[in-house]
């Protein structure tokens, strides 16, 4: 699942940045997400923000994410597709991670849900959709039409 490139570390050094700071900022974030994750009393928009922070390193900023972090975050992403209220709830409550793991290694599978409720019924719901896949769009024609026939 790493995407990490051969220059790595002499991105890391150009940019000065500090990889363990960056590290644990996102581990302590998707770690919260995931100790509230099944409070729905605290709010989507609490999980919404820690959820796109997260991926937003996964998207944007691959050199500096956590390879393991991206294999946990995968983990919890398919047992979260476990519940019996899935189909429900738990879908969209993972979309932005799906975005974020599709940037970062590639897998067209991680956008399954997200492809198949552009078209929702609920227009709050198609918008959530579209916003979470908007930073990948440009990336999903290709890699999809390539690996699954899904674009």
């Known amino acids: 699942m790493a995407h990490v ?13 500090e990889n363990t700071r ?7 974030d998707f770690n919260a997400y995931q100790s509230s994750f ?25 050199e500096v994410f956590p390879p393991d972090l991206a294999s946990e975050i995968g983990k919890s992403v398919q047992s979260a597709e476990e519940p019996s209220d899935y189909q429900s ?41 579209a916003r979470t896949v908007a930073p990948v769009i440009r990336r999903i024609r290709g890699r999809c039409r390539d690996r699954r026939g899904i674009a």
């Open 5 to 17: 490139t051969s220059s790595r570390e002499t991105i890391l050094h150009d940019l000065k940045i």
């Open 22 to 28: 960056v590290a644990d900022l996102l581990y302590d």
């Open 89 to 129: 709830y738990g879908w969209h409550n993972t979309l932005h991670f799906r975005s974020g793991l599709f940037a970062y290694d590639g897998s067209p599978l991680w956008l399954t849900d997200a492809l198949g409720n552009l078209a929702h019924h609920n227009s709050s719901l198609r918008r959530y959709v």
């Open 38 to 62: 099944d409070d729905r009393a605290e709010g989507s928009a609490h999980q919404d923000l820690r959820a796109s922070f997260v991926s937003w390193f996964m998207i944007f900023a691959p």
